[in-house]
């Protein structure tokens, strides 16, 4: 009996530790790319904007089938599933496009493509985010460091596909 209570109270000390250092890391995790795309910004808004051209370049979309759950493929208010997720656009701007990711778990994340004129030239830069809100859980907040790990490589071969749609000459 007195093991079991040793056991029980460990148990309960350790589990607050872990959440106490979970605590301290951010509530809100977010992983970025970025690429520098020589083409008409309207061209570039389409491949972006229009789900039905996501196969084309996007990873998660080129092997899955592609299901549209609305009338239309592009704009505010399309939703789409994509494998077991789904995708929904809730927002579009002149230079932005803002979705919303589900998982068959029921994971939310936001995420969002913004164009961004050079300076210096007649080219854009193409940015591509995923932000994720946590709960308090401890194994969401230690799982929340491998995000830029595993989405990371997907977005950039994703962006390399779309760099060669885009700049073919390149």
């Known amino acids: ?24 890391f951010p509530s809100t995790v977010s992983v970025s790319r970025a690429i520098e795309v020589s083409a008409p910004k ?14 084309l370049w996007m990873m998660s979309a080129d092997t899955n089938t592609i299901t549209f759950e609305s009338a239309k493929t592009a704009g505010t208010g399309t939703v789409a599933k994509i494998g077991t997720g789904e995708v929904t656009i809730t927002r579009t701007t002149s230079d932005s496009i803002y979705t919303v990711w589900k998982s068959e778990k029921g994971n939310v994340q936001n995420s969002g493509f913004t164009i961004l004129p050079h300076l210096k030239d ?21 799982a929340s460091l491998a995000n830029d790990k595993i989405l990371g490589p997907v977005m950039e071969q994703g962006f390399d596909k779309l760099k060669k749609i885009l700049n073919p000459k390149k």
């Open 122 to 142: 007649s080219g854009f830069t193409v940015q591509w985010y995923f932000q994720q809100k946590l709960n308090w859980y401890p194994w969401e907040r230690f």
């Open 1 to 24: 009996m007195r093991f079991l209570k040793l056991a029980l109270i460990s148990f309960i000390i350790l589990f607050a530790v872990i959440t106490a250092i979970g605590l301290m």
């Open 42 to 55: 309207d061209t570039i808004y389409k491949y972006l904007s229009d789900i039905k051209y996501w196969k």
